[in-house]
């Protein structure tokens, strides 16, 4: 029986503050709290693939040591959302002394923004009853929705995008882990795909690697389901132009000779709008339009049309004025 490999996301998980790269004043200041061994409750707030569970996980490595796993209690609020979830598994958890000689416990609860409103409430109380015992960790892309008694009663991480650098850093490390041939153009790929989200630039290059060792761009864009910046770039360029069949024609490629989804169009010409040498005026004007197009596909109109249409009005944006 072939045994599966394992999935880099995981496998190249740090354990430890010091293998984990960027959000380096978030980590030092952890590792202070560690030190003291004096943990308040914590709020990790920023978007996906930063490192919060990261930095979670981390903190119960470093205070547990290998008797982490029962002391720590990781739940995902996106499926367990509800005020029964709170009252029965979470209190249920805190209320029992931690194992071995430690002084408390931790529950992380990840995208604790999902929780309603109740079960914030509920929470609240839960963390006020039980800090003899137990440590909470939420973890949330939008603080704005925990409710401020949770707020006031943690203390808040912000956690940034990872810039290019740490993200290279550990594009390289995995490479040397796996013994691959990484290059420039791939690594700058990967960057331009993944957004500054960490895991998803291990994902792109997991997939990239199955069929061959040396990973190029011409490999991350087949597997990333986005288009080179180039060729979003020219379809923006004639459409601007008034060379709307040939706009046209870069745009089916997008949708059908690469399976493109309508909406993933629009994210990148959003983003390649700023490249364009364009006056400010006139890239005030077709943000504006992408916006409109935008709100148009999400409520359900047919994407191929709403692109042509989208085109069409560059091109009148981009007719010079008589």
Known sequence: MVEAEEIWVEKYRPKKFEEMVGQQEILSRLQMFI??????????????????????????????????????????????RGIDTIRTKVKDYARTLPIGDFPYKIIYLDESDALTSDAQHALRRTMEMYTHTCRFILACNYSGRIIEPIQSRCAIFRFRR???????????????????TLTPDAIKAIIYVSEGDMRRAINVLQAA?????????????????????????????????????????????????????????LVQVHREILNLDLPERAKIELMDRV????????EGANERIQLEAMLAHFGLIGKPKP
């Open 162 to 180: 990872l810039p290019e650098k740490e993200v290279t850093q550990m594009l390289k490390r995995i490479a040397r882990g796996e013994k691959l």
């Open 291 to 298: 916006g409109e197009f935008d709100f148009r596909l999400r």
């Open 35 to 80: 030190e003291k061994k004096s943990l308040p409750h914590l709020l990790f707030a920023g978007p996906p693939g930063v490192g919060k569970t990261c930095a979670a996980l981390c903190i119960a490595h470093e205070l547990f040591g290998d008797g982490w796993r029962p002391n720590f209690l990781e739940l995902n609020a996106s499926d367990e």
């Open 209 to 265: 690697a199955v069929l061959k060792r040396k990973v190029d761009e011409k490999a991350i864009y087949e597997v990333s389901a986005v288009a080179r910046p180039k060729e979003v770039r020219q379809m923006l360029q004639l459409a601007l132009a008034g060379e709307f069949e040939e706009a046209r024609g870069k745009l089916y490629y997008l949708l059908i000779g690469q399976g493109l989804a309508g909406e993933d169009v």
